[in-house]
């Protein structure tokens, strides 16, 4: 098996700002941009402790 060139901080760091973009465009179409918004930090937030306390960088 191959090992993948994108290592899974690198998709966490790169999912933060993918999921407030996507809650600013699905808020802003539909009119629900709070509600969008407190989404994706809470999914942010979710990303955050998993890349802190679960997945933590080892060296």
Known sequence: ???PDIAYPDA???SIP????TAHIVGTAFEAYTIAMAGALVVCCL??????????PVE
């Open 12 to 14: 966490v760091l790169t």
């Open 1 to 3: 098996m191959v090992e």
């Open 18 to 21: 993918l999921t407030l973009l």
């Open 47 to 56: 990303l955050m402790l998993d890349t802190l306390f679960w997945h933590a």
